[in-house]
């Protein structure tokens, strides 16, 4: 797309943990007339967006939304997270890696600029405690395999057929609006779910686990800033690395506590502990804050503080 031309965005897998974050953000910046917030499931409350129902197999469907809506901009969100994908990788590979292909070939054709994020679970146990940019990628779970494929698929369509294609390596995300969609981070979000309702929490992985993580206006910062990127500027298209936050899950707790002294929590893993233990503890981000300027607002501390009081509200 042309600098200075009109935003005209299609969200995919709108309706989950990051789609319903990012179509607000889309809106207060492009406005709700230029943005298509599309699912394969129906928005579960009143909604105010617009939005079309959408399978992103469904090439047909998918190329029609597009054409009718003179799409120049997709955020490729539709997606079998880890924990799901674990238990039916047919699934998670079909969608992941199917989904992900349709919106390129439909990007060759159209010309339009996509997003499509990557993950952490691009990495496997060689990775070492803190993931650089470069790591070697060995994944052990079927999503990770999906989604180191979906980097070199996204480096391919941009160096062989010139596809404008965006991506980062997402953390664990962090948010309170709405529950995550079955990843192994997942419990970095539960457990303040608890905390602000007075009730215990049991905690799927160890007190020692260390994943590196992010607030989720971070994340959504990074995905609208990545794609304002002037193309040339760009040196990786299959997904950037991003700075996180590095803490245990009992330090976690231990900072919830101190803002809610009443809140107890036990740590009793069950076989997400795996996949967790498959990844790094932090990762390295500077190749993102040297290229784009990417930096963290949120740090532990300033991310419980906002996640128990929006969830007091
Ligand atoms: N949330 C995280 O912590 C995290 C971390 C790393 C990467 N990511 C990546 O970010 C993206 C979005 O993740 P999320 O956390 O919002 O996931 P989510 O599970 O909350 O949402 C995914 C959405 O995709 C929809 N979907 C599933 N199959 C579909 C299909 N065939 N057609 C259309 N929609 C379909 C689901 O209905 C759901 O609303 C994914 O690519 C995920 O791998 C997320």
């Not at 009143?46 to 399978?55: A, C, I, Q, S, T």
């Not at 597009?66 to 039916?88: C, D, F, M, P, R």
């Not at 060759?108 to 070492?128: L, N, T």
């Not at 596809?163 to 997942?186: A, E, F, N, Q």
Request: charged share 20%; aromatic share 10%; glycine share 8%.
């Amino acid at each position: 797309m042309g600098a200075g031309e009109e935003r005209r965005i299609l969200v995919t897998g709108a309706m989950g943990q990051i789609g319903l974050e990012l179509i607000d953000a889309l809106i207060a910046k492009f406005g709700s007339d230029n943005i298509i917030a599309t699912d394969i499931r129906e928005p579960e409350n009143d909604y105010d967006f617009n939005f079309e129902k959408l399978d992103v197999l469904n090439k047909q469907n998918f190329e029609q939304i597009i054409v009718q809506n003179k799409i120049n901009q997709v955020y490729h969100l539709a997606a079998i997270l880890s924990a799901t994908g674990e238990k039916n990788p047919e699934l998670c590979w079909k969608i992941n890696m199917d989904g992900l292909l349709n919106v390129l070939e439909l990007s060759r054709k159209y010309k339009f600029r996509i997003f499509a994020p990557s993950s952490i679970a691009v990495f496997g146990p060689d990775v070492g405690k803190i993931a650089l940019q470069s790591s070697p990628q060995n994944p052990t779970t079927m999503y990770g395999v999906t989604k180191s494929a979906g980097e070199q698929i996204a480096e391919y369509y941009h160096s062989v057929h010139g596809v404008d294609i965006r991506g980062l390596r997402y953390p664990g995300l962090i948010s309170w609006k709405v529950l995550p969609g079955g990843g192994t981070t997942d419990y970095a979000v539960e457990i303040f779910h608890k905390a602000t309702a007075s009730q215990n929490y049991t905690c799927f992985v160890s007190e020692e686990t260390r994943l590196p993580m992010m607030y989720m206006d971070d994340a959504i910062k990074a995905t609208m800033q990545i794609m304002d990127v002037p193309s040339e500027k760009l040196s990786i298209r299959g997904g950037y690395n991003l700075p996180s936050l590095n803490f245990s899950a009992l330090e976690l707790y231990e900072k919830i506590k101190q803002k809610l002294p009443n809140f107890n929590c036990q740590f009793v893993p069950d076989h997400r502990q795996e996949y967790a233990d498959s990844w790094p503890d932090q990762t390295d981000g500077s190749i993102a804050e040297s290229e784009w300027g990417f930096q963290l607002d949120y740090d532990l501390d300033s991310l419980c503080s906002i996640m128990i009081a929006s969830l007091q509200k």
